[in-house]
Nanobody
Framework: QVQLVESGGGLVQPGGSLRLSCVAS????????MGWYRQAPGKQRELVAA???????NYADSVKGRFTISTEFAKNAVSLQMNSLKPEDTAVYYC???????????????WGQGTQVTVSS
């Protein structure tokens, strides 16, 4: 069984900062990509930032220059540092990982349960 657990969400004022963290655990043989998505009420889930092992990070245009993704693939962990937060960043943030389980030949995407980020004065 594989589990992704996020932490670090909360309420912050506009212009503030938050750091989200996510750790994957369980029967994991290899992870080749980890990332963050978000879903605001009434909207589709969208990519925020993602990192492929050995590659460069990919950011949504709306967060470039404000958010920074970092990964420790050896620890099955990914973080998202969010600065200069805006009310439009309010959403549930989800961690995901494209991983290979022990005994499997293929990679499968797994999701965390989500953590709420609210930006409001």
């Amino acid at each position: 069984q594989v589990q992704l657990v996020e932490s670090g969400g909360g309420l912050v004022q506009p212009g503030g900062s938050l750091r989200l963290s996510c750790v994957a655990s369980g029967s994991i043989f290899s992870i080749n990509a980890m990332g963050w998505y978000r879903q605001a009420p009434g909207k589709q889930r969208e990519l925020v930032a993602a990192f492929t092992s050995g590659g460069s990070p990919n950011y949504a245009d709306s967060v470039k220059g404000r958010f920074t993704i970092s990964t420790e693939f050896a620890k099955n962990a990914v973080s998202l540092q969010m600065n200069s937060l805006k009310p439009e960043d309010t959403a549930v943030y989800y961690c995901n990982a494209n991983l290979q389980r022990y005994g499997s030949l293929r990679y499968t995407i797994y999701w965390g349960q989500g953590t709420q980020v609210t930006v409001s004065s």
